[in-house]
């Protein structure tokens, strides 16, 4: 289940951002423009590792989980942007 993110702090939402391969998974989301499945995200690390970033991101809220029988979708959590404007657009530029 996804946090809801107004019950995160922002030092929480920038330490979950503030790593290379959780920020690549902001950037990969940002540029699909929707959400994407689990197994199709671009990386170089172990399924437990992947799944460990992962979770990081939805304990602060930055993305949502959705199921559809055995897979998973990610995608950004809209209340994002509208908490803390401009946040994904400094992501996206970088």
Known sequence: MTKKIEAVSIDQVLKALG?????????????????MACGTFEHNLTKATFSHHIKILLDAGVIKRREDGTRKFLSINETLNKLYPGLLDLIQDS
């Open 19 to 35: 790593d290379p391969v959780r920020l690549s998974v902001i950037k990969q989301l940002l540029d699909a423009g929707e959400e």
